[in-house]
């Protein structure tokens, strides 16, 4: 606005110059606060599901008695289903801000998605089928490809879990038809067999972790740290889940071979690796020093559920035997 004793020109100038440090500020005032909201939506989406736990899966809806097969399937069913309805959804194929910097989060996801497709493969390939017969699962041979799908294809990895979701819940309606078109057979050498695949699983967790304190070239780098513990943390997540659904679905054959209390073992040991993280980073300090090692913390719970396994399985196939 034009002052007394102002020509017009002046006027104009003063106005420019009005404007111009108005849009100096402005990216001063909004980037702040468009970090802050990617920070906070970074922080949200990082938050790690709850507990898979069978008394919880709406599938089930508190049922006492179910078919055979059918907590496994559910539970696996969930532990999918979870991953791609979490907080951001699945963040492992992400390619913006802030997915694509939530590096622990899609090694949290890595670590699940490989105990499911261990189990998937287990069901297609032992548990649904009598022994000497080849005939398999028209659902589990749909399921089982596209759990094994990339998990880093920004474009089509959800939709090809969420078919595998489908394929599994066709086969779990399946399992609780009467009579029932679906078949699982719940046997210990089946059962063994699959407990196999988690000691090597577990075994290579476990000396990734240890990785952390090694000498010379075999040590891990600091920027794998923390993607090692978290995909422990991942598969211990899902194996945890998996075994309370195996207790259900195997329930006579444990019973039988007395390894009620080695099964509930692993899942205390595993409970122990989902304690929350009270470090905003994966520590790896000295074996006796004044900072914790997180990374040996995890490795010693996964050792001990490991043994308990092992124990497991060797009574199954004690019992196969007989």
């Known amino acids: 606005m034009e002052q007394p004793g102002e020509s017009p020109i002046e006027s104009f100038l003063l106005d420019s110059a009005a404007r111009s440090r108005q849009r100096r500020r402005w990216p001063r005032r909004v980037l702040p606060a468009l970090l802050l909201a990617v920070l906070l939506l970074g922080w949200y989406w990082s938050l790690e599901p709850a507990p898979l736990q069978l008394a919880t899966l709406p599938a089930l809806d508190g049922r006492q008695t179910l078919a055979p097969g059918t907590a496994t399937t559910r539970l696996l069913q969930a532990t999918v289903q979870t991953l791609l309805d979490k907080p951001g959804g699945f963040l492992g194929n992400d390619l913006a801000p802030p997915g694509i910097w939530l590096d622990n989060m899609a090694a949290f996801e890595r670590g699940a998605m490989s105990?499911?497709?261990d189990l998937v493969r287990a069901m297609r390939r032992d548990f649904t089928h009598a022994p000497d017969v080849a005939l398999e699962d028209a659902d589990l041979l749909r399921a089982e490809p596209r759990l094994f799908f990339s998990g880093s294809d920004w474009l089509t990895t959800?939709?090809?879990y969420r078919r595998g979701v489908l394929a599994l819940d066709s086969y779990a309606q399946r399992l609780d038809s009467l009579p029932p078109t679906a078949q699982f057979h719940a046997r210990a050498d089946s059962l063994a067999r699959w407990l196999q695949d988690v000691e090597a699983r577990l075994d290579a967790h476990v000396?990734?972790?240890g990785a952390a304190t090694a000498a010379?070239?075999?040590?891990t780098g600091w920027q794998q740290i923390d993607d090692n513990f978290y995909e422990a943390r991942g598969y211990a997540w899902a194996l945890r889940g998996q075994l309370e659904a195996m207790a259900v679905d195997f329930a006579p054959v444990i019973a039988e071979?007395?390894?009620g209390p080695?099964?509930?073992?692993a899942m205390a040991e595993l409970d122990g690796t989902q304690r929350p993280v009270r470090s905003p980073l994966v520590m790896n300090g000295s074996e006796y020093g004044m900072v914790a090692n997180h990374s040996l913390v995890m490795a010693g719970y996964l050792a001990r559920t490991r043994a308990a396994i092992q124990?497991?399985?060797?009574?199954?196939?004690?019992?196969?035997l007989r």
């Open 257 to 259: 071979a007395g390894a």
């Open 262 to 265: 080695l099964q509930r073992l």
């Open 311 to 320: 124990q497991l399985r060797e009574r199954l196939g004690a019992q196969g």
């Open 207 to 209: 000396a990734a972790l």
């Open 216 to 219: 010379g070239e075999a040590r």
């Open 115 to 117: 105990a499911a497709r």
């Open 158 to 160: 959800e939709d090809e």
